[in-house]
Every structure is written in C-alpha cells, then in structure tokens.
C-alpha cells in the first residue's frame, strides 16, 4: 500500500470514528485517543463502527478481536493488519 492510499484509509477511518462518536469533529481525532473514555464511544458505537470497517472496507474482522481495540492508533492498526491480508 502507497503512502498516499495509507493516509486516505486512515482518514476514512477516522471519519467513520467521528461518525460514531457524537460531537466530535474528526479533525480534533488523535491516534491516542482512546475511543471509549475519550471520544464516548459505547457497546452500540463500537459495534456501528466495525460494521463501517467491514462495509466500506470490505474487512472482516472477529467481534472479539475488535473489542480488544481501544484507540484510534490500535484501530488503524487493526484495519491496516486486515488489508494487508486481504492484499496478500
């Protein structure tokens, strides 16, 4: 993967973080932040934004291992993980 497709899946997926994550811009998203205490994602948020990775990403990442997730940075890294295979 270019860096320039690196940088625009994760501006997709910070976008579709501040699309679940109510009232926040996803300009003032930061890969540390983590995404329940920080952004006020819940169960149901969460949930909606892995049904986001899988459909606009076509990504199909286990409910277990994404529950694992707890910030932006590791989310990245997780969908990254899963394109590459897909890729492979």
């Known amino acids: 993967?270019?860096?320039?497709?690196?940088?625009?899946?994760?501006?997709?997926?910070?976008?579709?973080?501040?699309?679940?994550?109510?009232?926040?811009?996803?300009q003032d998203i930061k890969p540390t932040h983590r995404l329940r205490e920080d952004l006020g994602l819940d169960s149901v948020g969460s949930m909606e934004l892995l049904s986001m990775l899988a459909e606009e990403l076509d990504l199909d990442v286990p409910v277990e291992e994404a529950a694992q997730v707890s910030t932006v940075e590791a989310t990245l890294a997780l969908a990254h993980r899963y394109l590459a295979q897909k890729q492979a």
């Open 1 to 26: 993967m270019t860096q320039a497709s690196l940088t625009e899946v994760n501006g997709r997926i910070v976008a579709m973080i501040a699309q679940c994550a109510s009232g926040v811009r996803a």
